[in-house]
Antibody, heavy 115, light 110 residues
Framework: QVQLVQSGAEVKKPGASVKVSCKAS????????MHWVRQAPGQGLEWMGI????????SYAQKFQGRVTMTRDTSTSTVYMELSSLRSEDTAVYYC????????WGQGTLVTVSS | QTVVTQEPSLTVSPGGTVTLTCASS?????????PNWFQQKPGQAPRALIY???NKHSWTPARFSGSLLGGKAALTLSGVQPEDEAEYYC??????????FGGGTKLTVL
């Protein structure tokens, strides 16, 4: 079955970077786009960007331009989301979600930014 | 900055009907925005319900339907069940691979 398994929780200091992974299984990795979405505590969903695992092309939400980098490793069917210059407002659960319709979601990765 | 607006909260009685809407700050929502709807319960990842305005996934209960209504995307629940109590999010596509979520609607079944 299709599964997305994300890396574990992270605690980072302001100004640092975090890299979250999302390992896909159960389907052809390069056939489906992957989105990244985050959700701050008690808040709504926020779309961050998308990566095409086939060629590696990306598109980021304007808000995160210059601070986010999405990459993929086809040999391990894993996509990565790296967010730099972290601030307290980046404390959130980060999700990967598969396909144009975001049908399958990872379990989420809590990133806490605190001094 | 594009803003997608949903009702912050709605309350419906069991067995009743409720319509949630999704508006865009850029103007009328059309099928070209490929509206998607998601359901999220506390402590869970979101679950996809509707794509491209009105298409259901295989797991979407028949009581959920999507449409365009008065320049907005809409999600209608008919014959609401207690388990439908959740947060609902719409997602709109703006072209150039830019997507925006609505702020979410907290649906209470009471």
């Amino acid at each position: 079955q299709v599964q997305l398994v994300q890396s574990g929780a992270e605690v980072k200091k302001p100004g640092a970077s975090v890299k979250v992974s999302c390992k896909a299984s159960g389907y052809t990795f390069t056939s489906y786009y992957m989105h990244w979405v985050r959700q701050a505590p008690g808040q709504g969903l926020e779309w961050m960007g998308i990566i095409n695992p086939s060629g590696g092309s990306t598109s980021y939400a304007q808000k995160f331009q210059g601070r986010v980098t999405m990459t993929r490793d086809t040999s391990t069917s894993t996509v990565y989301m790296e967010l730099s210059s972290l601030r307290s407002e980046d404390t959130a659960v980060y999700y990967c979600a598969r396909g144009q319709q975001l049908v399958t979601w990872g379990q989420g990765t809590l990133v806490t930014v605190s001094s | 900055q594009t803003v997608v607006t949903q009702e912050p909260s709605l309350t419906v009685s069991p067995g009743g009907t409720v319509t949630l809407t999704c508006a865009s700050s850029t103007g009328a929502v059309t099928s070209g925005y490929y509206p998607n709807w998601f359901q999220q319960k506390p402590g869970q990842a979101p679950r996809a319900l509707i794509y491209s305005t009105s298409n259901k996934h295989s797991w979407t209960p028949a009581r959920f339907s999507g449409s365009l209504l008065g320049g907005k995307a809409a999600l209608t629940l008919s014959g609401v069940q207690p388990e439908d109590e959740a947060e609902y999010y719409c997602l709109l596509y703006y072209g150039g691979a830019q997507l925006v979520f609505g702020g979410g609607t907290k649906l209470t079944v009471l």
